[in-house]
């Protein structure tokens, strides 16, 4: 036998289901989490470089974006010789190159300025003040240098005069601006004479035969 309600008592519990009127106990919150099981991040926590990435954003003009992020983390837009030299070189390969002679000038100066035992000018060469026994090793340290002292300043002064050779291949003011903004990391003022001066380190590094590239 199929049981009947009336009327009212339907109407009673539509109304009962619309209004909630079940008192049920509440549910805690849910914590959202990742695929990974742990607990949900902000975008900003799960990317600590986001904000440095966001800084050079807004240093370079453009709004952050996904795709603008993704630019962002090419190593030369972290110092304003890179920042000029990517602003006026679109190819790739040569922004590879030029910003491998950016790294090579301050290679030279840090292993010049440490084997006269000067501080080295640049803010992250600080390291060099801190001694040598307080640093910890790991996998990627390189391995020990055994050289004595005079041979470290022998082949320090060797690669400077080396490099002070390649941009005697450029006029006076752009290898001056080079020196400037490469190892002070100052805002350059002449883009063109830094991307003479790189593009001589450059060849000399690749071993190209060396040409003036100098202007006048």
């Avoid at 026994?133 to 391995?143: H, I, K, N, V």
């Avoid at 400077?160 to 100052?186: F, H, N, P, Q």
């Avoid at 002449?190 to 190209?208: F, I, K, N, P, Q």
Wanted: with cysteine; net charge positive.
């Amino acid at each position: 036998m199929v049981k009947t309600y009336s009327k009212g008592a339907r109407r009673r519990a539509k109304k009962a289901a619309q209004t909630g009127g079940l008192d049920l106990p509440g549910l805690a919150p849910v914590q959202r989490r990742e695929r990974n099981g742990r607990a949900r991040r902000e975008i900003r926590d799960r990317d600590p470089a986001r904000q440095a990435l966001e800084v050079r954003c807004r240093q370079a003009g453009v709004a952050v974006s996904s795709a603008s992020l993704r630019e962002m983390r090419a190593p030369w837009l972290g110092c304003s010789a890179g920042r000029a030299m990517a602003a006026r070189v679109t190819d790739h390969e040569e922004r590879a190159e030029l910003w491998d002679a950016i790294q090579h000038m301050r290679r030279v100066q840090r292993a010049y300025d440490a084997a006269i035992g000067a501080p080295f000018r640049h803010a992250r060469g600080l390291q060099l003040l801190v001694p040598q026994e307080a640093l910890e090793a790991d996998a990627d340290t390189p391995p020990v240098d055994e050289r004595s002292d005079e041979e470290k300043q022998r082949d320090a002064t060797a690669a400077r005069m080396r490099l002070e050779g390649w941009l005697g291949y450029t006029d006076k003011a752009a290898r001056s601006e080079a020196l400037d903004v490469v190892l002070d990391d100052v805002a350059p003022g002449d883009v063109e004479g830094l991307l003479s001066a790189l593009r001589c380190v450059s060849d000399g590094l690749r071993g190209r035969r060396m040409v003036w590239r100098g202007r006048g």
